[in-house]
Nanobody, 124 residues
């Protein structure tokens, strides 16, 4: 499974960005994709995730109500719409995948396949 993230950039506080993750090599309808971020000097944090089979969406408390994750099973893409961005959202954002579906937002070390990161910078 290969993942390619795109869509990062710089924005002022209160602005919006949309990240996209293209997934290739997926052979099962099961599994999940998540977005994990790492700010300078901080540990990685899972922020949102979705199962390929649909259903519930998973968010960290720090982004709930501001970020929206969505999936496109035909195009094999997972997007993260980020609104009302704050300076504390500044981080490298990674998309990651696993072959088993999830029932909670999994921690960063639970994801098997990782894409390259994309930088998100929010200025005050």
């Amino acid at each position: 499974v290969q993942l390619q993230a795109s869509g990062g950039g710089s924005v002022q506080a209160g602005g919006s960005l949309r990240l996209s993750c293209e997934v290739s090599g997926r052979t099962s309808s099961n599994g999940a994709v998540g977005w994990i971020r790492q700010a300078p000097g901080k540990e990685r944090e899972s922020v949102a995730a979705v199962n390929w089979s649909g259903g519930r969406l998973f968010y960290a408390d720090s982004v709930r109500g501001r970020f929206t994750i969505s999936r496109d099973n035909v195009r094999n893409t997972v997007s993260l719409q980020m609104d009302s961005l704050k300076p504390e959202d500044t981080a490298v954002y990674y998309c990651a995948a696993r072959i088993n579906r999830i029932v909670v937002l999994m921690p960063p070390d639970s994801w098997t396949y990782w894409g390259q990161g994309t930088q998100v910078t929010v200025s005050s």
